[in-house]
């Protein structure tokens, strides 16, 4: 079994910053893409950011050059940068992981989403 713990939510002005960052835990023999979605009230979820085991990334066009996700491949983790918030980037951001579990079996986990705000 495998967990995601998501941290660093909150809220935020237009244009300030905001860290977040997602733990993996359990029965782990590798973790290949691990990454970053949202979800907006009352839109689909969309990618934001990906980053693979070798950290190669891939970004959604709305937060290129603001968001930059990057992950701690000792640690198992992978984190979300976030620069010049816009209101539009309020939504609930979940990581995800692709897993190899020590049984070998490849997994998808999802964290539990993390509330992010921008508002004056």
């Known amino acids: 079994q495998v967990q995601l713990v998501e941290s660093g939510g909150g809220l935020v002005q237009p244009g300030g910053s905001l860290r977040l960052s997602c733990a993996a835990s359990g029965s782990i023999l590798g973790i290949n893409n691990m990454g970053w979605y949202r979800q907006a009230p009352g839109k689909e979820r969309e990618l934001v950011g990906t980053?693979?085991?070798?950290?190669?990334?891939n970004y959604a066009d709305s937060v290129k050059d603001r968001f930059t996700t990057s992950r701690d491949n000792a640690k198992n983790t992978v984190l979300l940068q976030m620069n010049n918030l816009k209101p539009e980037d309020t939504a609930v951001y979940s990581c995800y992981a692709v897993v190899t579990t020590l049984t070998f079996q490849i997994v998808e986990v999802w964290g539990q989403g993390t509330l992010v705000t921008v508002s004056s």
């Open positions: 980053v693979t085991s070798r950290g190669t990334t």
